[in-house]
Nanobody, 126 residues
């Protein structure tokens, strides 16, 4: 079953950038949809962005639009979330999971049986 592992987090100052990696195992990314979620201390997990890898349709939460983008490396079976102009409110543990694709779109519905990974910590502070 397709599972993902996150990496690439770190500590940056406001305005900095990070490249978060979502590496797939147990299958290929080509026919899947992926979503990133994040959870800040004391808060519920929230949706950040999703992408339909087959069609490249992507959706971003309003607060990260224009700052976060997707890129990919087919050879490495990896999708990247490019997080730019980071703000303190972006501080959280970031998770990627396979999600249900709806036609050419993506959703935030986790695929049946998909498990949450350990996530990768992003800390933005001065």
């Amino acid at each position: 079953q397709l599972q993902f592992a996150e990496s690439g987090g770190g500590s940056v100052q406001p305005g900095g950038s990070l490249r978060l990696s979502c590496a797939a195992s147990g299958g290929t990314l080509g026919a899947s949809a992926i979503a990133w979620f994040r959870q800040a201390p004391g808060k519920d997990r929230e949706e950040v962005a999703c992408i339909n890898v087959r069609t490249n349709f992507a959706n971003f939460r309003y607060s990260v639009k224009g700052r976060f983008t997707f890129s990919g490396d087919d050879a490495e079976n990896t999708v990247f979330l490019e997080a730019n102009n980071l703000k303190p409110e972006d501080t959280a543990v970031y998770y990627c999971v396979p999600v249900v694709a709806s036609d050419e779109f993506c959703t935030y519905r986790k695929m049946p049986g998909a498990r949450w990974g350990q996530g990768t910590q992003v800390t933005v502070s001065s």
